[in-house]
């Protein structure tokens, strides 16, 4: 019987046991550190004022109760490739025929002055949390949002409604994943929100309770650092070959090593030398099929297969409750506001749907285990 290990049960490593479930003669192990599937993409709107961040985790005990894999509640650590084990952070170790790392990424923070000292960063729910605790719901409250990628104006709109945001961005447009038009239009929605949207001025200190940007400063109560993502560290300590920006080097397979494969943000994909943004869309396309190809190599049918060419449906960001902006569909028709939101609010529900059928849960996927 083959052993197949998934560290990371985020939407790439739950794509991956999705498919490798079709495997009847396999033992299949979840290494993950978390109670709970984190809707991750659902987050901003928990920051909301009647959001809560329950609300979008979804508990394993749960979701895995009428499957056969085992959940370990652990951190994977290190990679043992010679001796095919992993090793945990309570210093056990796991031994595996077939392994898929999917542990996610890390805020990308760089070394200005003061900001590790004081600013958020929304990752995980446990970050969600700690900003949610300092939040305090009334205009009063100043919010600065660095970044004005998909997390910063995701954040930023969220907020707008009961606080004061400031959202700085370095480049002189915000969504740059995003055609000219759309990111002026979120730039529009943004501004008539009643969020300050500084464009064109790097951040370059924080000096409580004042940001410093190249030009100019603004005091703030609460700070959000939304600068982008980074490999996790502890990928940097293992043997795995890695690429310039630190990420395990795979091949159009996703696999690292032999027996080795990774998927989600660990898996730097660049087709035809494009670099592909990291999403929980291309985590659970690529999870799903780096677990196909497992199957595929354990069943021996002689063909690598065709490489991985992901399908996108879409890129949809929210700017506040009701509005959103963004492209759907493979050519990328643009859609911009209640559509844009609803249609995102939709794929959150597809997403969810796709895991009870996976899982074979009932809906919404949210009550403990009885
Ligand atoms: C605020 C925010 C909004 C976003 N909005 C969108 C959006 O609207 N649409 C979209 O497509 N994408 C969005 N993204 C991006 C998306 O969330 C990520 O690309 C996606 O979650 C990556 O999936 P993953 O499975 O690789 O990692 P994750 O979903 O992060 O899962 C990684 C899992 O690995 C576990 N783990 C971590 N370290 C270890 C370890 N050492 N050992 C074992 N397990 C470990 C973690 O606990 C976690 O469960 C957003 C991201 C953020 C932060």
Not at 39 to 63: C, M, Q, R, T
Not at 311 to 334: A, F, K, N, T
Request: hydrophobic share 40%; with cysteine.
């Amino acid at each position: 019987m083959q052993k197949i290990v998934v560290a990371g049960g985020g939407y790439a490593g739950l794509g991956a046991i999705g498919a490798l479930q079709k495997l009847q003669d396999a033992e299949i192990i979840l290494i993950e550190p978390g109670s709970g599937h984190q809707l991750i993409p659902e987050l901003p709107e928990a920051l909301a004022k009647h959001g809560s961040i329950d609300n979008h985790v979804v508990p394993y005990d749960s979701l895995l109760a009428e499957t056969r894999v085992k959940y370990i509640r652990h951190y994977v650590t290190n990679v043992n490739v010679e001796r095919r084990v992993v090793c945990l952070d309570n210093k056990d170790e796991v031994s595996y025929d077939w392994l898929v790392l999917a542990t996610g990424s890390e805020p990308a923070m760089p070394p200005i002055p003061g900001l590790r000292d004081v600013a958020h960063t929304l990752r995980d729910a446990h970050d969600a949390r700690k900003i949610k605790n300092e939040l305090q719901y009334g205009k009063e409250q100043r919010v600065a949002v660095i970044g004005g990628g998909l997390t910063g104006v995701e954040v930023a709109g969220m907020l707008a409604e009961d606080h004061d945001v400031i959202l700085v961005e370095a480049f002189d447009r915000l969504l740059p994943a995003l055609g000219l038009g759309l990111s002026q239009y979120a730039y529009r929605r943004l501004i008539a929100a009643g969020v300050t949207v500084v464009m064109g001025q790097k951040l370059v200190r924080v000096n409580p309770p004042r940001i410093e940007l190249e030009k100019d400063h603004y005091e703030y109560d609460v700070l959000i650092w939304a600068g982008g993502i980074t490999p996790p560290k502890w990928i940097k300590t293992t043997e795995l070959p890695l690429n310039v920006a630190g990420y395990p080097l795979a091949d159009a397979y996703g696999q690292v090593l032999p027996q080795i494969f990774v998927a989600g943000d660990l898996w730097h994909v660049v087709i035809d030398g494009q670099e592909i943004p990291a999403t929980a869309q291309l985590a659970a396309i690529a999870g799903n099929f780096v677990g196909d190809t497992i199957i595929s190599r354990i069943t021996n049918d002689g063909s690598p297969g065709p490489a991985f060419r992901p399908r996108l449906r879409g890129m949809l960001i929210s700017l506040d409750e009701g509005q959103g902006v963004g492209w759907v569909l493979h050519g990328g028709i643009p859609v911009r506001g209640f559509s844009a939101r609803t249609l995102k609010n939709i794929s959150f529900q597809q997403y969810r749907l796709k895991l009870s059928k996976i899982f074979d849960r009932p809906w919404p996927l949210l009550e403990p285990r009885d």
